[in-house]
């Protein structure tokens, strides 16, 4: 059974940092044969994707509205991606999600049906 462990939410003040970890575990195949994808959501609004990485290929993918400050990374050796965030905006709070599917990723994760997901991690910026 896959399961996925997001930490390292917390509350930050607008500008600060933040590392989110997404810790892989019971995949049927090599970790870097998945796409693994940061997702979040934020009080009465939808889901969105935030990021997305390829291992395997070393493609990342980022929301615009994320570019430029958040960065996905992946350490195949501890089955464990992460998303360094910086200079956090209130408009980041959200519950942020990690998720899994086999196969690289591509521009349309936002809407890829990800077989796998995390409980979440809740990141709050206040103003």
């Known amino acids: 059974e896959v399961q996925l462990v997001e930490s390292g939410g917390g509350l930050v003040q607008a500008g600060g940092s933040l590392r989110l970890s997404c810790a892989a575990s019971?995949?049927?195949?090599?970790?870097?044969?998945?796409?693994i994808g940061w997702f979040r959501q934020a009080p009465g609004k939808e889901r969105e994707g935030v990021s997305c990485?390829?291992?395997?290929?070393?493609?990342?993918y980022y929301a615009d509205s994320v570019k430029g400050r958040f960065t996905i990374s992946s350490d195949n050796a501890k089955n464990t991606v992460y998303l360094q965030m910086n200079n956090l905006k209130p408009e980041d709070t959200a519950v942020y999600y990690c998720?899994?599917?086999?196969?690289?990723?591509?521009?349309?994760?936002?809407?890829?049906?990800?077989?796998?997901w995390g409980k979440g991690t809740l990141v709050t910026v206040s103003s």
């Open positions: 998720a899994a599917d086999w196969g690289p990723c591509y521009s349309d994760y936002p809407t890829r049906g990800m077989d796998s």
């Open positions: 019971g995949f049927r195949f090599r970790f870097d044969d998945y796409a």
């Open positions: 990485i390829s291992s395997s290929t070393g493609s990342t």
